[in-house]
């Protein structure tokens, strides 16, 4: 069985993480097939967006920590694992995590990684790396913080203490909580709205949102502007416009 299972129904294309005897904790092999997986829908015109879920018990326990215990220092440099995970920050089409059960450290950090995150009522979210000796090294220190503010990140990563999907959307780190049961049939309905939209203007403003968290209000304006100076580049926005003057469903064709 493979270690991470991609079913295509476009124009949603779905990744499920598929290491449940270690609760997909992320070792070598599972980050190289998920990135490999990724890019390869990224690249694929007719899936518009991602769903990258876990299973039921566990979306990932975080990094693979028997992977850690051998490894030195200058290992981990070398190998450069967490570059890896630049590759998830390129992916352009939108990325929804659809995350149920355990989602600790490097988990945690992957479904950050991601645009927005379903979660189920049961996913428990936590970055559990001090209690190790270790810190979050793949994001967490930053998304969390930029997620969910200095207060509850400190408490969390300190203290070790997971957070419930409630919280965690009270908090603004999980965008929808939904019924056990719909972790994945939720997340797939939420990326099949977002794929029925303009495709280039889905990435555009996924692009211009992320903008938001690097620079200053006056720079991502001008951003923002010149983004949408070139969404009106495509043939999606005139499709887009002219459809609704002459009251139709649009077809983008992501050109
Ligand atoms: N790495 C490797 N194996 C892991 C793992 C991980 N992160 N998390 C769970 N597993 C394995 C367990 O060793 C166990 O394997 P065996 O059956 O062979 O013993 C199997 O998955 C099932 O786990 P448990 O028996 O522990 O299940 P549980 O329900 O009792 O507990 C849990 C679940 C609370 C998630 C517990 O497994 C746990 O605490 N896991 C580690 C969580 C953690 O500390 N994550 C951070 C990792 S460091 C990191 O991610 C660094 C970074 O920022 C990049």
Redesign the pocket.
Known sequence: MSIVLVEREPPVGIVLLNRP???N??NDELMGALVEALAELDGDEAIRCIVLGGSER?FA????????AEATAMEMYEARR?DRWDAIRKVRTPLVAAVSG?C????C?LAMACDLIVASETAQFG???T??G?????G?TQRLTRAVGKAKAMDVILSGRFLTSDEAERAGLVARVVAREAWLEEAKRVASAIASKGPIAQRLAKESVNRAFESPLETGLDYERKLLYLAFASEDAHEGLTAFTEKRKPEFEGR
């Not at 326990?61 to 850690?68: F, K, S």
């Not at 600790?104 to 988990?107: F, M, V």
């Not at 270790?134 to 793949?138: C, F, M």
């Open positions: 005897e270690a609760l904790a992320l566990a326990a975080g990094a693979d920590i028997g992977q850690m967490i355990f600790l450290g490097g988990g950090e970055q559990p790396e209690g190790l270790i810190i979050p090294g793949a967490g």
